[in-house]
């Protein structure tokens, strides 16, 4: 997983060829090898960082959560995460019959996982729970994400590049109507009353 993860950084179209040309894997193999372990790195480091750092308004005491809470969070974000990748592989499956690509439903979880690999590096950020290093943070993960999108996609599903342009674009607007549905049940939580507990 190490070397893919470097590879999608250093060099992603060899890296994206490198990917297709192994062998196939299955579902839970890939989530037990990857999923699970890289959808871990925000969840964790956002109950530290809410738990022992905290954030500030102003000249005021750190803000902070209380330990429950911040376990509560952070499992709901790994679920969600979790079966983010799931929806997302399954709709890459679906719509690849349309570009006559004939990928496995495992395949697509891979591409849908290693995509998102930019978004969970990038968790990393709220060990520091701080506004504007999280803005720019997150926005420089979306944008490499997007990126490995559009450069891994034609060569991942080995359809020709104006296809795969199409294909990319649909796969990026079903992932922000994922991205904004998880947002929204996150809203329906809070407003029954299982929001985040502050300790001061």
Known sequence: MIHHVLGL??????????????GEESIGHMYLTHTLILAAIPAVSAYIGTTQVGWQIG??????????????????SYVAMLAGVGVMGGFIHWMARTYDATPSLARCVAFATYTATPLFLGGLAALYPHLWVGMMVGLAAVCYTVYLLYVGLPVFMGVHPDEGFMFSSSVLAVGLVVLVAIMAFTVVLWGVGLGPEYTN
């Open 59 to 76: 000249d005021r005491a750190p803000v902070m959560l209380t330990s429950d809470s911040a376990v509560w969070m952070a499992l709901m």
């Open 9 to 22: 950084f250093t060099h992603p179209d060899q890296e994206w060829q490198q990917i297709r040309s192994e």
